[in-house]
């Protein structure tokens, strides 16, 4: 089911690819940081495909793309409290400033509220079916063919003109 332009969705495409500008920028960093090593970068990589597949999809109206961003911006929050939890203990150092509250609270939190009110919004299939809304059809499927064996025949008669310049009816 297609999704109002400018509407959450679009808020949402946004926010996941400022996820992602960050995400890169954060990796790069900590491959600079640790010598090199573009081991460190698998797993922002990873995250930005994801944010990047679930966004797009989320424009284009699919439901499960949303439930998947709620899922992947949930887990960001519980890491973000685990490593704030971590972060008393003595031997954990973990610094809580503007960029990560921004990135790993507010910006998270938001994609799950919109997530949540475009899900809630949009009627779900059995509901399409319930209250005779028609159901979404895979644009890939394909068509049924059709024979001249299966043609439909015509119940009405046509006029058909002949070479000599008279009209005939034909059945």
Known sequence: MPVERGGAADVVYVLCLMQAAFLL???LG???LMGGNPAYLILPMAKMVLLFVFAAKVVS???WALVALIVVQGITLVGFWLQFGAG???WVDFTVNLVGLI?????PASVVYLCATVL???PSAEAQILYGLPVPQDPYAPAPLVTTATAPQLAVPYVVAS???TREAAQ
Do not use: D, H, I, K
């Open 25 to 27: 920028l954060g990796g």
């Open 30 to 32: 900590e491959v600079v």
């Open 61 to 63: 109206g699919r439901r």
């Open 88 to 90: 008393f203990l003595p």
């Open 103 to 107: 990135t790993n609270v507010a910006m």
């Open 120 to 122: 809630v919004s949009q």
């Open 163 to 165: 070479s000599t310049g």
